[in-house]
């Protein structure tokens, strides 16, 4: 059975850093796309970042320069770096992978998904 769990989110102030991990099991997702989203209260949800296998990377708007992913492939972990964290940070965000070489903003193209990790970021 495929599973995706995320660690490590919680209340931050504006400025602060976490760091997220996103632990995979049940197969090996080193030919997988792995990315962040997240879901802010009342909105959709959001592509944050992505890291193919291959070595490429895309980033949101915004969050460039501020979020960073690594993939560790051995230990089957995918992990967000958030560095100057702001209010508007502040979403459920969920870890999500598919079969491929490409990176997909699109949610529809995951096919993989964690159950979610809070991140709240105060003023």
């Known amino acids: 059975q495929v599973q995706l769990v995320e660690s490590g989110g919680g209340l931050v102030q504006a400025g602060g850093s976490l760091r997220l991990s996103c632990a995979a099991s049940?197969?090996?997702?080193?030919?997988?796309?792995m990315g962040w989203f997240r879901q802010a209260p009342g909105k959709g949800r959001e592509f944050v970042v992505a890291?193919?296998?291959?070595?490429?990377?895309a980033y949101a708007d915004s969050v460039k320069g501020r979020f960073t992913i690594s993939r560790d492939t051995a230990k089957n972990t995918v992990d967000l770096q958030m560095n100057s964290l702001k209010p508007p940070d502040t979403a459920v965000y969920y870890c999500?992978?598919?079969?491929?070489?490409?990176?997909?903003?699109?949610?529809?193209?995951?096919?993989?998904w964690g159950q979610g990790i809070q991140v709240t970021v105060s003023s």
């Open positions: 999500a992978a598919y079969y491929g070489t490409g990176i997909l903003r699109h949610e529809n193209a995951y096919v993989y």
């Open positions: 890291d193919s296998w291959t070595g490429s990377t």
């Open positions: 049940g197969r090996t997702f080193s030919n997988y796309v």
